[in-house]
């Protein structure tokens, strides 16, 4: 099972970084890194993602373990709008027939206050 | 670019009834897949298709659900007959390429109230 753990809340103020923890010890060579979140009400909203290297968007930072068993996602200046669940997520990517299938876990609700 | 359009956005539906919805990927995306999330439960993956063929239909819970992509554009999920504990949000999800190459567009779901 892709397995990730993360804590179940965490709070930030606005204008201030947020950095979300994951940790994926089980983690293989080829498993890739995803961050997804879900404001209120909607569908889940891709964020970034990463296989080895510290990768970087408009929208975050992912930073990597040199071991890969964590990573952090950065968001660099929280704003009310980034309030939402954060979801790790290692994509199954064993070929086959479940090539690519998420697994969410409860995920990371994260607060920001004004 | 059009994102992932799920509609209808709610549905109440008594149990026994049928209820089918549907999820429009973006264009050219080949990958599809439908995602639920039960009251209280996490968000859960039903099926993956590939063009019109189900790559993977591993997360569907029983043969009351039916999904199908006929000419690999649109595709529906059928819930027939509807049980109580079908209620919950379905998610769409398309993707170009495989998803953990990239990352998933969702849609905002369609919300199942089963009475």
């Known amino acids: 099972d892709a397995k990730t753990t993360q804590p179940n809340s965490m709070e930030s103020n606005e204008e201030e970084p947020v950095h979300l923890p994951c940790n994926h010890s089980?983690?293989?060579?080829?498993?890739?890194i995803h961050w997804y979140r879900q404001l209120p009400s909607q569908g889940p909203e891709y964020v970034i993602h990463?296989?080895?290297s510290n990768v970087n968007n408009r929208m975050a930072s992912l930073a990597i373990a040199e071991d890969r068993k964590s990573s952090t996602l950065i968001l660099h200046r929280a704003t009310l709008r980034d309030a939402a669940v954060y979801y790790c997520?290692?994509?199954?990517?064993?070929?086959?027939?479940?090539?690519?299938?998420?697994?969410f876990g409860q995920g990371t609700i994260l607060t920001v206050h004004p | 670019e059009a994102g992932v359009t799920q509609f209808p956005s709610h549905s109440v539906i008594e149990k026994g009834q049928t209820v089918t919805l549907r999820c429009d990927p973006i264009?050219?995306?080949?990958?599809l897949y439908w995602y639920r999330r039960v009251m209280g439960k996490e968000i859960k993956f039903l099926l993956h298709?590939?063009?019109?063929?189900?790559?993977?239909e591993s997360g569907m819970p029983n043969n009351r659900f039916l999904a199908e992509r006929t000419g690999g554009t649109y595709s529906t999920l059928k819930v027939q007959p509807a049980e109580l504990e079908d209620s919950g949000v379905y998610f769409c999800?398309?993707?170009?390429?495989?998803?953990?190459?990239?990352?998933?567009?969702f849609g905002s779901g369609t919300r199942l109230t089963v009475v």
């Open positions: 999800a398309s993707s170009q390429v495989a998803g953990w190459l990239a990352g998933y567009t």
């Open positions: 089980t983690i293989s060579g080829t498993d890739y």
């Open positions: 990463g296989l080895t």
């Open positions: 997520i290692r994509p199954f990517n064993a070929g086959g027939t479940s090539y690519g299938k998420l697994t």
């Open positions: 264009s050219g995306h080949d990958n």
């Open positions: 298709f590939v063009k019109e063929s189900k790559q993977d």
